[in-house]
């Protein structure tokens, strides 16, 4: 859901992460990943603008971080 809300694909994800688009792809299919892997990918997802929400009833989620006006 981050990946679309930024509208990036897996390569824009893989350059800004500094992984390989193939990794991107694996962890999107629920494949196993090391946790620094998965800390980088969130890290340039969060410097992009994007928001991950905690559990709350509903699910874990994202959503784009308002501009500051």
């Known amino acids: 859901m981050a ?5 990036w694909g897996v390569r824009d994800v893989a350059r800004e992460a ?3 688009p193939a ?11 090391n946790a ?3 800390a980088a ?5 969060e410097a992009a603008g ?3 929400i905690a ?7 994202v959503r784009l971080r308002k501009n500051k006006a």
Do not use: C, H, Q, Y
């Open 3 to 7: 990946r679309a809300a930024l509208k």
């Open 18 to 20: 500094k992984v390989s």
């Open 23 to 33: 990794t991107v792809t694996r962890i999107e299919a629920d494949s196993p990943a």
């Open 36 to 38: 620094s892997t998965l």
């Open 41 to 45: 990918i969130r890290s340039a997802l």
């Open 50 to 52: 994007v928001e991950f």
């Open 55 to 61: 559990e709350n009833g509903g699910g874990p989620g």
